[in-house]
């Protein structure tokens, strides 16, 4: 038996898999988000490491028999300062974090950041380490100085649990790795000026590497000393395999808070490779040597979903009746969903991104409002997808992929038939299959993606959606001259 969790930004899930991948045991545990002050976002490690120990106790209670071992995965970028016994010098700081917004813009436009796209193929947004560490190092320096590692989430989970300093290749690949080596490219840590702090980054470890429980995590996970633990890797590249995806070209669209995008390849273009990419986005290390992720992921997401709904005083079970009272093109009404505080970082990096509505009259109804923010994701995830270099099959997996009328909007808008998996705890189940590959017992991943849910597109509204995405490219380009 292996246990699988993903500790998510909002929710950390935890789920058992028979010898087919499918889950015959789930719990699940809400995390909490601190908002400081202005554009800050962190959490609190010893609340996180809680939902852990939660989960895992319930799930393995549930199932019963003897553990395997236990697999982690979870959220990535962010900054989790800890000390030598894993303790968190500072509260982490969530990778929705916009406090490095203004380090960032300058990042751009003095060449810094373009250096590091240069260099590891890596686009720098405000909540990934590189700019968090040089904006901590001005703000709170005695934080870095009482730190012994500066990591992710997985990993620092990992530590607590296990005593070890790691951190797992994929989320080492931003923004300092150079993915076709596995090792960090010194040059990009000293474009950003932090060799001072080169000692906080934790040797990049491949994915399956086996740790074990020391007493500490033994107890508060309620397993025997020595199970064996893998802590990664991070969810985006776990969910690509936990969905059944293993050829180049094909693409996963997770739709949760924010719009995960990601397109399997067997060829990382950067550098001179790529002389006409647009710095955004991220290449990421996966389980398997030989493929790496091209990530596109869109701050966009359910997020800005569950704003609408708020500020209409709805829920999220009245989406389905609206979209079905809102022809496509909701009559007119337009969107551009950009709602997080630190902007946008793919397909493009715009720490002042900001949302709109267009086409608003005195005759728009909620249902125009909803169905033009839910249309607007969609198109949010073809550009993500076209830059992603999409070219096979496309999974969808995520919170906001429950709902059929909003999985029939993403057909509709990318144009190609979305392929539902076989189980929703694809980041759990990614975890868990390199976890008994790692013990020397692989799965077998066939039938992992379901064709026979296959949601088509309706080629009635082809014309609809053709020209849906055409205008929101437009209002999209004119918005970034604003921005």
């Known amino acids: 038996m292996i246990i699988g969790v993903d500790i998510g930004t909002t929710l950390t899930k935890a789920a058992v898999f028979d010898d087919a991948g499918r889950s015959v ?5 809400p995390s909490r988000l601190n908002h400081p002050g202005p554009q800050r976002v962190e959490q609190d490690l010893d609340e996180v490491l809680a939902t852990v120990t939660s989960v895992v106790r319930r799930v393995g209670a549930e199932h019963g028999g003897t553990v395997d071992a236990v697999a982690l995965t979870g959220q990535g970028d962010g900054l989790w300062l800890r000390d030598a016994e894993g303790e968190a010098v500072r509260p982490p700081v969530s990778w929705l974090d916009g406090r490095a917004n203004d380090l960032v813009e300058r990042w751009w436009e003095d060449g810094t950041a373009a250096e590091v796209h240069r260099l590891t193929g890596q686009a720098v947004f405000p909540g990934c380490p590189a700019p968090l560490l040089a904006t901590l190092r001005e703000e709170e320096p005695e934080s870095l100085e009482r730190a012994a590692v500066a990591g992710y989430c997985v990993d620092a989970v990992a530590q ?3 005593g070890e300093i790691t951190v797992d290749v994929s989320d ?3 923004p300092f790795l150079d993915v076709r080596t596995g090792r960090y490219d010194d040059d990009a840590i000293a474009a950003c000026g932090l060799r001072d702090v080169r000692h906080l980054l934790a040797d990049p470890a491949p994915s399956g590497r086996l740790l074990s429980l020391d007493a500490r995590g033994a107890a508060l996970l309620d397993l025997p000393e020595g199970t064996p633990l893998t802590a990664g890797p991070f969810d985006l590249p776990a969910s690509l395999f936990g969905s059944g995806l293993t050829e180049p070209g094909d693409g996963l669209l997770t739709v949760g808070t924010t719009l995960a995008c990601q ?3 067997d060829r990382p273009a950067i550098g001179a490779s790529a002389p006409d990419q647009e710095p955004a986005g991220m290449w990421l290390c996966t389980a398997d040597p030989a493929l790496w992720s091209r990530g596109m992921p869109a701050m966009v997401g359910t997020a800005s979903i569950d704003w609408l709904l708020r500020l209409l005083k709805l829920s999220t079970d009245d989406v389905a009746g609206l979209l079905r009272q809102s022809p496509p093109g909701a009559r007119g009404v337009s969107a551009l969903p950009f709602l997080a505080e630190s902007g946008e970082r793919a397909p ?5 991104a900001r949302g709109q509505l267009t086409g608003v009259t005195f005759t728009t109804e909620e249902a125009d409002v909803v169905r033009a923010v839910c ?6 995830a073809r550009h993500c997808m076209e ?23 993403f057909a509709d808008a990318l144009a190609r038939p979305v392929l539902p998996p076989s189980d929703h705890a694809v980041g759990c189940r990614g975890a868990a299959a390199v976890a008994a590959r790692a013990l020397g017992e692989p799965v077998n991943t066939a039938g992992w993606l379901d064709g026979d849910r296959a949601v088509l597109p309706r080629m009635e ?12 490219l437009t209002q999209l380009e004119s918005a970034r001259e604003l921005w």
Do not use: K
Not at 25 to 29: F, N
Not at 392 to 409: F, K, M, N, P
């Open 375 to 380: 249309e607007s994701v969609a198109y949010a």
């Open 348 to 352: 493009f990096v715009a720490p002042r």
């Open 461 to 472: 509204h082809r014309s609809n959606f053709e020209d849906g995405y055409a205008r929101y």
């Open 25 to 29: 045991a789930e719990a699940d545990a």
């Open 172 to 174: 080492a690949s931003m």
């Open 387 to 409: 830059a992603a270099g999409l070219d096979g099959r496309l999974a969808i997996c995520g919170g906001g992929s429950r709902s059929d009328e909003w999985t029939q909007v």
């Open 160 to 162: 607590r649990l296990t």
């Open 263 to 265: 397109v399997l390849t």
